[in-house]
């Protein structure tokens, strides 16, 4: 018999908060973590916006001597995890620790490191360049740095599969504890990608938004006058566990964690299926590992990035996976606040719909003035909706065509 997976604790660093509670509070008043660039001087780029962590204080977190050894967004999961386990109140015994996880991922890394690096070797020597680049810019160094702070000693790695890590982290680790490899894992995923190489390198793909006089009305997911998304950058770790372990400790449960669904399209290396049809089978794998009807689905948490494709695909996956029932759930783009933080949102939005099952509130769409007519579902626009919902996804999608959907259930013993 399978294990049910419960999230017993959640935390996040990200541009509309420095832990759950504010983030929640920002996305259901409508609030935008939109504004210029502050990190680097962007005025040469075509791109100076971007939803930025300001006034981030890593030494809340961590000691001077590991915030020097640590890329900004291994400081971002760091700080996520260690909010997850107070939350918790998970304490790891030597005895157990082999059951424990850690699997907290990362798209890119840490890409300032890299071109601190490659810019330190150019100018000047291949000796300037410091000796903890490597694990300053490794993608599984989130995880690696969370396992050694906790004394997690179970599987520990990171998942790297672009806008879906997060998502599929979370998926992955669900699976080995459903499956007896271990107890409890921490899961998300991390990003710090606002760098002038990163925003750079976005624009030149023709992804972000350029927007850069006023930037009231951007990203707008499924507007028609949306013209791409708005880089984010933080991050968010759930506990998920094994829900006689958690029993066992009496930690109050959040919700269930009961599908995941993974596919890849096979179609484009960062174009999303015409179709959906990549998009709609991951939903559909969700529903089936959930056991869910599509008539059972109370809210969806969509990636909707505010691209001119992915809005257009991400609709008809959702009428391609649920047929009619897709006329009736309310679905919201939160990145429309804050940001697309990479691999990092959808571990964010996965903690979003727990906030939405535990408060029956839909955060909104904002932004969505002029809907574009190939989006014609209920996306949840401008204002928060009060709705009571039992069962919800995440919808994560990513470059490379990858697909990530979670069902998550609120939780009834």
């Not at 961590?62 to 400081?75: G, L, N, S, V």
């Not at 009305?217 to 991050?235: K, Y």
Request: hydrophobic residues 40%; charged residues 20%.
């Amino acid at each position: 018999m399978e294990r049910r997976v419960v999230i017993t604790g959640m935390g996040t660093i990200n541009p509309l908060g420095f832990d759950v509670m504010e983030t929640w509070e920002a996305l259901k008043s409508g609030t935008s973590g939109v504004g210029r660039i502050t990190l680097f001087d962007s005025s040469d780029l075509l791109v100076n916006i971007a939803c930025e962590v300001k006034e981030f204080d890593p030494a809340l977190y961590m000691d001077p001597r590991k915030t020097r050894r640590r890329d900004r967004f291994e400081q971002f999961a760091s700080a996520a995890a260690s909010q997850a386990m107070q939350n918790s109140g998970l304490e790891i015994q030597p005895e157990g620790a082999d059951r424990v996880g850690v699997i907290i991922s990362s798209a890119v890394g840490g890409l300032n490191t890299l071109q601190t690096g490659m810019q330190a070797m150019v100018d000047d020597s291949p000796r300037r360049i410091s000796p903890f680049t490597i694990p300053m810019f490794m993608a599984n160094g989130a995880s690696g740095v969370v396992a050694i702070e906790i004394g997690a000693k179970g599987p520990s790695f990171s998942v790297a599969s672009a806008c879906a890590s997060g998502a599929d982290a979370i998926g992955i680790a669900a699976t080995l504890i459903r499956t007896g490899v271990m107890d409890v894992c921490l899961t998300g995923a991390a990003e710090a990608s606002i760098t002038r190489f990163g925003v750079a390198s976005f624009d030149r793909l023709g992804a972000l938004s350029r927007q850069n006089e006023d930037f009231s009305q951007t990203p707008a997911p499924f507007d028609t006058n949306r013209d791409g998304l708005v880089i984010g950058e933080g991050a968010a770790v759930v506990i998920l566990e094994d829900l006689d372990h958690a029993r066992n400790r009496g930690v109050e449960i959040l919700a269930e964690l009961v599908g995941y669904g993974s596919t890849t399209d096979a179609f484009h290396i960062t174009a999303p299926s015409e179709t959906g049809a990549g998009g709609a089978s991951a939903i559909e794998k969700a529903l089936t590992t959930a056991a869910v009807n599509p008539d059972e689905i109370d809210y969806i948490n969509a990636h909707g990035t505010g691209t001119k494709l992915n809005d257009i695909s991400e609709t008809k996956a959702i009428k391609a996976a649920l047929g009619e029932a897709a006329y009736r759930v309310p679905i919201s783009s939160t990145k429309s606040m804050t940001g697309h933080m990479m691999g990092a949102t959808g571990a964010l939005e996965a903690i979003i719909c727990v906030m939405a099952i535990r408060d029956g509130i839909l955060p909104p769409t904002t932004h969505l003035n002029n809907p574009d007519p190939q989006c014609d579902l209920d996306y949840v626009p401008n204002h928060a909706r009060e709705v009571e919902v039992e069962v919800a996804l995440s919808n994560a999608f990513g470059f490379g065509g990858h697909n990530a959907v979670l069902a998550l259930r609120r939780f009834t013993g």
